[in-house]
């Protein structure tokens, strides 16, 4: 199975070239992965130009989130010969062993379209953490991520396969086109699963696969950006899949939002609060799209503190 592989890049060209650079060690030639650079403000680049050569990189004018960059390399990819693409965040990885299982795994079960390894953490002392087996539908669960182990061989069919690390087959792509860029980040590979059920294929977990995301790197970021996004991504997700049921689980989700602010006042993380409640206040209102410097501006945070979200 002829794959590529998409790593996004925003602000942290180290963990990109480690990211990169341990793909190639795989029996894939540097010619099929492809770096998209999310719009960094410093020499990231340059940077991932020298020390990954042979990769094709591609440069965005602007930060389009991680819906935005994965599609600016997808584009490409659905139009050459590729089976199957692999979006991988740049601080997680998985070995070439792994990658194959869930290649065998597309090959074995044409009903498959999208499947995934289990998630571990790679921050947690041995013998390991596990982050995910695989998501539930994100308009009914506020923790949506599976953590039941599975069994060697075996392959569980979820809602989503989480986008930390994901193979999705091309021709599900050719079916429903690019992921949606409104989600900008967060949600927006649950939305891609949802449609893949919809349209006939299934969404699966390989107890055979194994990828390690080193969560503890981004743990700073959860404080602001991404409590917002997660919870204005939950009244996305409602209005594209829910109309007939949204009045009572945008309902759900205002109470979810006013428990998950207050308890963040109590705890004395102004940050998250305020962003929890301008990420419902959001959502309600329809303003979807990348609002990073927006959120910034009203939750009083810098960009450095926050430089991972949006990947």
């Known amino acids: 199975m002829m794959v590529a592989v998409v790593i996004v890049n925003w602000n942290q060209a180290a963990d990109t070239v480690v990211c990169a650079r341990a ?9 099929h992965i492809w770096v998209v650079d999310n719009a960094s403000s410093g020499d990231d680049v340059e940077r991932i ?4 050569p042979g990769v094709h990189l591609l440069r965005s004018p602007e930060n389009r989130g991680f819906a935005g960059g994965n599609n600016l390399a997808l584009a490409e990819i659905v139009s050459q010969s590729y089976q199957a693409v692999l979006l991988l965040n740049n601080d997680a990885s998985i070995d070439g062993d792994s ?4 290649c065998a ?11 995934g390894p289990v998630l571990w953490d790679a921050g947690a002392p041995p013998p390991g953490r596990i982050l995910s087996t695989g998501g539930r539908d994100i308009a009914h669960h506020v923790t949506s991520h599976l953590q039941t182990p599975l069994s060697a061989g075996q392959t569980r069919e979820v ?9 999705i087959r091309i021709d599900v792509l050719r079916v429903l086109g690019l992921m949606d860029e409104a989600f900008f980040f967060s949600g927006e590979v649950a939305a891609f699963c949802r449609e893949a059920w919809q349209h006939g294929y299934r969404c699966s977990i390989d107890g055979n696969a194994r990828a ?9 970021a959860r404080g602001g950006l991404h409590a917002y996004y997660v919870i204005r991504n939950r009244f996305l997700f409602i209005h594209k899949f829910y109309r007939r049921q949204q009045g009572w689980l945008r309902g759900y989700w205002i109470l979810i939002a006013a428990y998950n602010s207050l308890s963040a006042l109590v705890h004395g993380d102004l940050r998250r609060a305020k962003a929890t409640a301008l990420g419902c206040v959001d959502g309600l209102m329809g303003r979807f799209g990348g609002q990073n410097a927006r959120v910034l501006r009203f939750i009083g945070a810098g960009i450095a503190a926050e430089q991972r979200v949006g990947e």
């Open 49 to 52: 130009q020298r020390d990954c």
């Open 23 to 31: 793909v190639q060690a795989w029996p894939l030639a540097a010619a």
């Open 99 to 102: 990658l194959a299982s869930l």
């Open 212 to 220: 390690n995301h080193a969560l503890h790197r981004s743990a700073g």
């Open 159 to 167: 809602d989503y396969v989480p986008g930390t690390c994901v193979l």
């Open 105 to 115: 795994v597309l090959d074995a079960h044409s009903e498959i379209g999208v499947v």
